[in-house]
């Protein structure tokens, strides 16, 4: 089952080839990075939200080579599926040390749900109370944007944003991807 | 004659310019009514919390004149009177936890031997006498556990609630308050863990 093999693979890349950092050195930056980014845009959260998602697509574009290099992925996943369980279990648990559950399929097989039962960035936050963060901030939204840029560089376009978030009082922290197509290798830029 | 057990009646969280950052405030028994209320004022709290602001002072200059004890537990600080007597413990960074016991706060025949939460306290029922030294560290440690991951909360600005000019902002998180009141209801002489 090829499911069974991605966790796996996850498990063993984790154990074995990834460096370590302390957990709260990467909460705190985190933290203060968005806090950073609310006092800056004089807490316009939407704003935030796109300079979040903006910010994790940089990372995206850069940490799919290490991905690639550390699960020696050799070949493409064969449907979208199979990128979705490659996703949460070896890209969320070699980078966050988390598996996040792949849930709410569309029926034509484009559309996922991400279910983070666990969310490290969010360990210890609460959210401004100023009775719009609540209902604006997506606090961990630059995960979107490292999952858009990561995608796009082995030819998938996608959507990803955040539906519901633990922080704003919601039973779980569930991100939506829809594949909106492959990239074609072949035709460059312009004729798009 | 009911039987009554230490409880803690207040607890206070003071910044590093003696501003007030945090006041808990719980529940005493009254035999004389058989009910729950405070046994004293919030602003009578308050003026409370502000007069063991100079024995942290005193205590700390006498430390630093010995050179030791630059943080942790002050022990108790002033013996307000039969019923209640404050506690203190101070941390490096001058920030300042205190907790006032009330001597008498618990009804013993509801708690002695099962907590009001089930659990077995197996010292309890040594009732009327002080509190031991040390009895305070659980809260202390439980209060700085607290206050630490308030801290972590990268929308909590620590200049802002102690600003070095002028009143600060109080702690508005409501993790810290609930936090706060599972200390006050939670502790009673004999607990170990919070």
């Known amino acids: 089952?090829?499911?069974?093999?991605?966790?796996?693979?996850?498990?063993?890349?984790?154990?074995?080839?990834?460096?370590?950092?302390?957990?709260?050195?990467?909460?705190?930056?985190?933290?203060?990075?968005?806090?950073?980014?609310?006092?800056?845009?004089?807490?316009?959260?939407?704003?935030?939200?796109k300079q979040l998602d903006k910010m994790g697509y940089n990372i995206g574009l850069r940490l799919i080579e290490d991905y690639l290099a550390k699960s020696n992925t050799v070949r493409r996943c064969s449907n979208?599926?199979?990128?979705?369980?490659?996703?949460?279990?070896?890209?969320?648990?070699?980078?966050?040390?988390?598996?996040?559950?792949?849930?709410?399929?569309?029926?034509?097989?484009?559309?996922?749900?991400?279910?983070?039962?666990?969310?490290?960035?969010?360990?210890?936050?609460?959210?401004?109370d100023d009775g719009r963060a609540q209902d604006e901030l997506w606090y961990s939204n630059i995960l979107c944007g490292v999952l858009r840029g990561a995608l796009e560089m082995?030819?998938?376009?996608?959507?990803?944003?955040?539906?519901?978030d633990v922080l704003r009082g919601n039973d779980t922290t569930e991100m939506r991807i829809t594949l909106i197509r492959y990239i074609d290798d072949e035709l460059p830029p312009e004729d798009d | 004659m009911s039987m009554t057990l230490p409880s803690i009646a207040c607890?206070?969280?003071?910044?590093?310019?003696?501003?007030?950052?945090?006041?808990?405030?719980?529940?005493?028994?009254?035999?004389?009514?058989?009910?729950?209320r405070p046994v004293r004022t919030p602003l009578q709290f308050s003026l409370l919390l502000s007069s063991t602001l100079d024995v942290f002072e005193l205590r700390s200059r006498a430390h630093a004149a010995q050179g030791t004890g630059l943080t942790g537990d002050f022990g108790l600080l002033h013996a307000v009177d039969e019923?209640?007597?404050a506690y203190g413990f101070e941390t490096n960074t001058g920030v300042k936890f205190v907790v006032v016991v009330d001597m008498r706060g618990r009804k013993a025949s509801t708690t002695a031997g099962v907590g009001e939460d089930g659990k077995r306290s197996g010292t309890v029922g040594t009732t009327g006498v002080g509190l031991r030294e040390g009895e305070m560290r659980v809260v202390?440690?439980?209060?700085?556990?607290?206050?630490?991951?308030?801290?972590?909360?990268?929308?909590?600005?620590?200049?802002e609630h102690s600003p070095v000019a002028g009143p600060g902002k109080k702690i508005t998180s409501r993790k810290f308050g609930e936090e706060m009141r599972k200390i006050g209801e939670g502790w009673m002489p004999g607990v170990t863990s919070l």
Not at chain 1, 155 to 163: D, G, L, N, T, W
Not at chain 2, 140 to 159: C, E, H, S, W
């Open chain 1, 1 to 49: 089952m090829a499911a069974n093999k991605a966790s796996r693979l996850g498990e063993e890349i984790w154990k074995t080839r990834i460096d370590k950092v302390n957990a709260e050195l990467v909460v705190l930056t985190y933290g203060t990075i968005v806090s950073q980014l609310c006092k800056d845009f004089d807490s316009d959260y939407v704003e935030v939200n």
């Open chain 1, 80 to 128: 979208f599926k199979e990128t979705a369980e490659m996703i949460a279990k070896v890209g969320f648990k070699i980078f966050l040390n988390i598996t996040p559950t792949i849930a709410n399929w569309t029926n034509d097989g484009k559309q996922f749900s991400l279910i983070l039962d666990e969310n490290p960035f969010a360990d210890f936050v609460e959210l401004p």
């Open chain 1, 154 to 164: 082995v030819q998938m376009q996608v959507e990803a944003h955040f539906i519901s």
């Open chain 2, 11 to 36: 607890l206070g969280v003071i910044g590093r310019n003696n501003n007030p950052l945090h006041i808990s405030i719980f529940n005493s028994y009254d035999p004389s009514t058989n009910s729950f």
């Open chain 2, 83 to 85: 019923r209640l007597a």
């Open chain 2, 140 to 159: 202390f440690k439980a209060m700085q556990a607290a206050y630490i991951r308030l801290m972590q909360n990268p929308f909590y600005d620590p200049d």
